[in-house]
């Protein structure tokens, strides 16, 4: 027995953690940034649905099928994902012509898919899609991109970008847009091209506002003005602040929100969670959160940075960014200083498929990081 | 991997990316900033705000309305009482379709227009969340034919409330007056907070002019609801203050003696406590019954009242000024004392006429051939004519003005009562004013006989009568004796304004006067002789016959000969007994004929029932708002 030192680590103690967290191609920051916002979601969730254990329970079994489909596709070597996403992208093609015919409306908006046991959106699968066909393409491409290469992939974010506003879904739209634009951006896109694209969306400004629908053109407008129909309308956004700014520094605690808990808080425990959450703890609540969203932004960004080749690099630079705009925009949304879109946020916000989804895009991350393969320099 | 014959720069493409990640960090730095600006406005800066808001959300203010105070008489007999009662109810914002339900509701429940009007005026004013009457007075069978329906109304219930009701009815409803619903033009002038959730407010008489002893003050009950406006829980309750119990200075017997007295004929009676001003007795006839207005009145029976020739809401007792006829007397003779323009034993002939100098026109006296040579008591005595108008020649307009004014005559009282009118006593500036005309000579010989512009209002001529049997000494005249606490039963008594006293050069005047009135009763050529018979306390009184229309100087015309608007109006102002004066009144029968004959008789009722205790039975209380139910039961 040695009592002079601590005890040495020999074979028969096992591997350490690190080493465990490696086989299994686990990227051990991002996990507990994603572990933490799980929690602190769950707890929101708790408290924003009600006090409804049955709805913390479906999240949590939500979390841990998203977190097992993580792990599943850290599994999986870079090279597979390259070649697989094309074909990702004609498949979520294919079902969101589907939808069209044969979707479940809901709320006016055709997005699901019913598969009996399993309801999804297929625009939640092009989210991850167009980023991966669109770095798969560029890949193979000499960077910066040209103009042949530009017309390529602007054609890959238009079909899907197309189809999901015809849904319509102008959110997610914009999303998978602004998904595929910043993977072309990070490719080198010349400043020029941004320069010119950025004056010709202002030009057609006013085309798009007119082919918008209805309630779309609404949620602008109140977005602009909000307290011109605070029932009705601005609802929304109107009992959002309030909650919001009856929150203070400190927040009213866990379990406190009275926006929440006496429903005049529409969506409390999807798209607006972050006013219940807000309201509870405060700012200073409200600056953890970003922090870890941040850290979770860094994480991500650092793998790309690290990334073996161009593919890996723009992946994870557009799911990192496609993240954090999701962060932004709900809450920005939430805050009242954007219009009001069907933006859930993530991971915390209750919800299916974009739950899974996501977490499943950090498993393509971990697998980027995680399966290194020597380089002849 | 080399494409299309292009070497790739690796490090290169490395590079790019690394500077096109760290604009893309930057950008979303300012992206974040924007965040934590906008959260730290709304969280820090906007905190109080919102704060506010969201108690506003979560709030629901109801009101607990007081209960009104009651209305006693002196001795504790209700004037004014709160009886238990169904009310038909609905919170708006409960039911979906307002109009359909009340479409539906008016098929199982009588609905009046009136009803209508006042649940809308409600509705307009009101919160949403707030239940507001729809219907009062619900009787039994109401109440359980809805009860029966009642799954098919939501938002709409049957509560058990209070509802005003007055014992006396008509016998005191120009004093005690009602309450009815409060309107919007009455809300404008009120503490709007203290009318908050309140169904009714004083519309006349002691109801009005004491509203706000009445009324107390509403508590409210702060409780949270939901967005659906369900009531989760009780955060804060402050009780209602109630309001006060009202004790008057009258005499529920006196009055019902009066109206007694009284009913059957057009006019009014007032009786006065001389040595307090107390009110202890106020009739006006023909009266209405006061309960028709307290759930609204319908147009049927408001026009009926309305268009009545008679006036039955008029209350001649402040509101009717009349001419006061040989009432005036008294006071024009103290006048002509006080100036020195007559002695109290100084005689004057009356020929049954006289004509001012200068003039051929003569003023005739009531009496064909005259009352002889009059002194000053004898002239009221008899209620000489001629005497006053010489006396009325010398003093001048503006001096009976002046001295009458003392007596309240054709100035408000001031009483505690609403809409009281001035009446008139005239004077050469005020008909200077309103006609732009001299003053006539004339004219002051029909003032100084109560007639002419001269108008008085029976609650002033006892006010004045008052001040006569107590020397100048009568505080202002009031109704309301003392308030209570319902619950601690904490007395808070009146303290009547105490008027500068009118004082007289000499008091003996006083009394020189006063004995002239003795006369009138006590005395076999006294114009109220005939009510002196079998009474067993000293009166002090005066006649009065007023004309209604200006008649002929130039003969007589006999007053049952004439259509009854166009007869006399009947006075008689009294006090007794006269060597301690306890009441001080007066009669008024429009168009009654003579003072003597049609108004004395009604004082010495009203008397004798005041100062003999021969007071009449208690009358059959009127049945309440629940009479339905005790019909039931005694069938």
Redesign the interface.
Known sequence: MNTKAKPKRTEQDGPTLTEVLARWHVDLPLLLLLLSVSIIGLFTLYSASGHEFSVVMGQFMRLLLGLTAMILVAQVPSEWYRVAAPFFYIIGGILLVLVLFLGDAAKGAQRWLDFGILRFQPSEIMKLAVPMTIAAYLHLRPLPPRWMDIIVVGILIAIPVGLVAKQPDLGTSLLIAAAGGFVLFMAGLRWRFIIVMLVAFAAAGPTLWINLHDYQQQRVLTFLDPERDPSGAGYHITQSKIAIGSGGLLGKGWLNSSQAKLDFLPESHTDFIFAVYAEEMGLLGVLLLLALYCGIVARCLFIALRGQDMFQRLVAGGLSFTFFLYVFINMGMVAGILPVVGVPLPIISFGGTSLVIMLASFGILMSFHTHRKLISS | MA??G?I?DYSL??R???T??VV??FI?FL??L???A???Y???F??D???I??DD??MRVEIVPPVRGLIYDRNGVLLADNLPSYRLELVPEQVGDLEATLNRLARLIEIRPVDLERFRSRLKREPKFRSLPVRGLLNPEEVARFELNRQNFPGVSIVATLTRHYPLGETAAHLVGYVGGVTERELAELDQRRYQGISYIGKTGVEQSHESVLHGYPGHKVT?????GRL?RQIEYRPPKDGQNVYLTVDARVQQAARDALHGKEGAIVAIDPKTGGILALVSEPSYDPGLFVEGIDHANYKALTTNPYRPLLNRALQGSFPPGSTVKPFMALAGLEYGVIGSHDSRACRGGYSLPGSSRVFRDWKKGGHGTVDMRYSIVVSCDVYYYMLGADLGVDRIRDFLTRFSLGVKTGVDLPSERSGLVPSQAWKKANFKEKWYAGETLSVAIGQGYMNVTPIQLTYATAEIANRGQTPRPHVLLETRDPITGQRTPFVPEVREPIRLSNNQYWDDVIQGMVDVVHTSSGTAQRIARGVKYKIAGKTGTAQVIGMSQSHYVRSEDLKKIHRDHAWFISFAPVEDPKIAMTVLVEHGGHGGSDAAPLARIVMDAYLLDQLPPPSEPKPGPNEHESQTQAN
């Open positions: 494409n299309e292009n790739r493409e490395r790019m990316f690394a096109r990640t893309a960090v979303m992206m974040v924007a965040l934590v906008r959260l730290s709304l969280q820090l906007k905190h705000y919102f704060s808001r969201s959300n979560r949270e609801a939901n967005a659906a989760l």
